[in-house]
């Protein structure tokens, strides 16, 4: 599109869309990460428009906020109150050309809740219409089921390829024009001469009792001038959502247009229609996604990466060469050759270094993870910089919260933290360190260090005798001490040092 021929565009999404039954304005409600508004606005902006205004209504206190932040260079419109499409192009056309917009020209009007219609599409459909040197070229498509919707009436009758006529809504067709599979798309391409002084003669005089922007093909073709429509190569594209429904059936279809996209661009998805992919997400070439999985936001998925079964990842970048299953991540970054998972939490602000690990039943929140790393299974390290070589057992917790504020723990590298060790923080553990398992540490502890932090281990002789004498327990005791009697041998091996510190943390 080049300057000389860029349009003007207007997109009304003052609609209510009370058969949502939904307090979200429906222009709002989400399509793969974007608001179906938002992927309207996306495709307009795809033009580079010379201006662009977006008409707003009901729930404008939500909607207008939401075109600032994804179109801040749009004039926003109010229609109050709604009185048709035909009134809310006027009025955006109105408030365009009183700030200088052009007067002339090409004027693209758009649908609100058309989330479904590409950039491609808009740029051919203005094409044909300044080549054919339209005064209005509507975009229609072909459909298997018509019902619904306002037919195009052509000369020949029921052709796709004659003379637009006009638009017949379906409560006013003939039996032969309800059999008419081209439908009117609500999206235009108009001369902004015409487009201008046709809007000034809308009337109300209608069942509607609306100013209707379909009237304006009617006034074109009453006058003589010529009216043109483009067939879109993809019906898909002129959907819209009305209801729930309707909007789990477009959801679907776009997330079958980008994993179609992503898995011609080298992506393997083993199973397209369990993947659901964002719209601003971004994959490299050999990426595999596997079952069941979502990348939301602007996930990022490195070459050779490996994500799922069974994953939720948003805004999280994944290295190359990754491997993550069964994980939920939130604004994480996971390094490359790391891996993550199963039934790991990766919340925001965690770092994992090349190499790492996060294993099973692990959540992480604002740590940093060292390369080589391991924290392998049942852990919480929040709050935390680990360096690179540690090893964390299992049931390691950094107790990071006071009930007022969040204290760091810092541990260096090389270290090993045993099994069920509580870090208090503030805690520091120094490179080389060794903590035994079982401690509770709130003090730091030195390079090359053994942190030992427990109770020290007492035996009762006798208790299940005196106390439960009766008991299976006791019997069984009983019975060994017999045994041990009878072969001159303990009832069991005792260490009275407890293990050295080797046993103290589970192993990588």
Not at 290 to 318: H, K, M, S, Y
Request: aromatic share 2%.
């Amino acid at each position: 599109m080049t300057d000389q021929h860029a349009p003007t565009v207007i997109i009304l999404a003052a609609g209510e869309g009370k058969r949502m039954k939904s307090a979200t304005p429906k222009v709002l409600h989400e399509l793969c990460g974007r608001t179906m508004l938002g992927h309207v606005v996306a495709a307009a902006q795809d033009l580079a428009p010379s201006r662009l205004a977006v008409v707003v209504g009901k729930g404008r206190d939500l909607v207008a906020p939401h075109v600032a932040a994804i179109a801040p260079e749009a004039r926003i419109v109010v229609q109050e109150p709604q009185n048709g499409t035909g009134q809310a192009a006027r009025l955006a056309l109105e408030a365009l050309v009183a700030e200088g917009g052009p007067a002339e020209g090409t004027v693209l009007v758009l649908l609100g809740d058309g989330a479904m219609v590409t950039g491609g599409t808009l740029r051919h459909l203005i094409a044909v219409h300044e080549s054919s040197g339209n005064a209005v070229t509507d975009l229609t498509a072909v459909v298997p089921d018509p019902r619904g919707l306002g037919r195009i009436l052509r000369e020949p009758d029921g052709t796709a390829e004659g003379r637009v006529l006009g638009i017949v809504e379906e409560k006013d067709c003939t039996p032969a024009q309800a059999t008419i599979p081209e439908i009117n798309s609500g999206i235009f391409a108009f001369d902004g001469k015409l487009l201008r002084d046709a809007l000034s003669r809308l009337t109300t005089d209608n069942a509607q009792g609306e100013e209707l922007l379909t009237d304006v093909l009617a006034i074109a073709v009453g006058d003589g001038l010529p009216v043109g429509a483009v067939v879109a190569a993809d019906y898909h594209e002129v959907l819209a959502a009305n209801d729930r429904a309707q909007l789990a059936d477009l959801r679907r279809l776009m997330n079958q247009r980008i994993t179609r996209q992503w898995m011609l661009e080298g992506v393997t998805i083993v199973d397209p229609a369990t993947t659901w992919i964002d719209v601003h997400a971004t994959l490299e070439p050999d990426a595999t996604i596997r079952p069941n999985t979502q990348l939301e936001g602007a996930t990022r998925i490195a070459a050779g990466a490996d994500v799922g079964p069974n994953c939720t990842l948003r805004d999280t970048v994944v290295g190359e060469r990754a491997r993550v299953t069964n994980a939920t991540t939130d604004g994480a970054e996971i390094g490359p050759e790391a891996s993550v998972g199963p039934y790991t939490y990766l919340r925001p602000g965690t770092k994992l270094g090349r190499k790492s690990k996060a294993g099973g039943f692990v959540e992480m929140k604002k740590s940093t993870i060292g390369e080589g790393t391991k924290v392998p299974h049942l852990a919480y390290i929040g709050d935390a910089t680990i360096g690179a070589g540690t090893n964390i057992g299992a049931g390691v917790i950094t107790a990071n919260y006071d009930g007022y504020n969040k204290f760091p723990t810092r541990i260096g590298d090389h270290a090993f933290v045993g099994t069920n060790t509580t870090l208090i923080a503030p805690a520091e553990v120094a490179d080389g360190a060794y903590i035994a398992a079982g401690s509770a540490v709130n003090m730091p502890v030195g390079p090359g260090e053994l942190a030992v932090a427990r109770g020290r281990q007492r035996n009762i002789a006798g208790y299940v005798a005196r106390k439960r004498p009766d008991s299976v327990a006791a019997q069984a005791a009983a019975r060994a001490a017999e045994r041990a009697a009878a072969g001159g041998q303990p009832a069991v091996e005792t260490n009275p040092t407890g293990g050295g510190p080797g046993a103290q943390a589970d192993a990588v």
